[in-house]
């Protein structure tokens, strides 16, 4: 009996939740105007190198509004490139259940907030400046867009076997980033991808990208030192794998 009164209570007690969750909706998301005001603040203060970042990253209604600078939908606020990105705002949802600030990821790769927190009724808008190394080439320059662990990424579609070719300061440091695209990423049993990196014809390093197994490391990653020598190299990149069905996402770039 006492069990059955327990479960009776529980249960009303979750219908209840689910009916106060239900009410309070409209107070936890943003409305249109909401939007509207937080599109109409940034188109008067972005200015050039200026990106936003939606949190979380599945609030998409953003980009129906915000026209004043690039929207972007990074998960991992701590590692994200955000290539050419010098000041980051962060339009997020803070009113949302399980929501989780952003701050921390953010203070952690060494950005530091560029003014005040502005409220615009469920949204929350702040500015942040990345103090990331300069940019010296974009080896990889493109507009295409592909998915990559379900993330769109913008980069150079090349398949196993392929090899791409790129002019370019050098700058200090080459980052590579690479990833399969779409479902053929999650094949179980499918041979790692491998991309030789040269450059002027000297190796500098090897990155390989294995089968994406949905934990955030479907974009893999190589940052490595250039040794000193000419301000221009010639960088190659070279694809390979017994594999020849998918296809790689590739990105580089050098920084001074």
Known sequence: MVLHRAAFVALIALGAGSLLF??????????????AEAAGSLRSRARPGDA???????AERVRLFVDAAPVLAEEDLEHADYLEVRRLWVLSLPRTPFFRTPDPALRARGATAAG??????????????LHAAALAADLTRSSEEHEVDYVARRC?????????AARGTA???LHLRAGIIGERAYDADRPPIAVQVFADGAPLGILEVARTVRDGTGWRRLDVAIPSGAAEREFLFAVSSSDRARQLCLQAWTTR
């Open 52 to 58: 936003v970042q939606i949190w979380p990253v599945w």
């Open 22 to 35: 239900d009410l309070t909706m409209g107070f936890r998301l943003p409305s249109d105007a909401d939007w």
């Open 156 to 164: 150079l579609r090349v398949p196993p076997g392929g090899r791409f």
């Open 116 to 129: 005040e927190v502005q409220r615009f009724g469920a949204l929350a808008l702040q500015a942040w400046d």
């Open 171 to 173: 700058g200090t440091a």
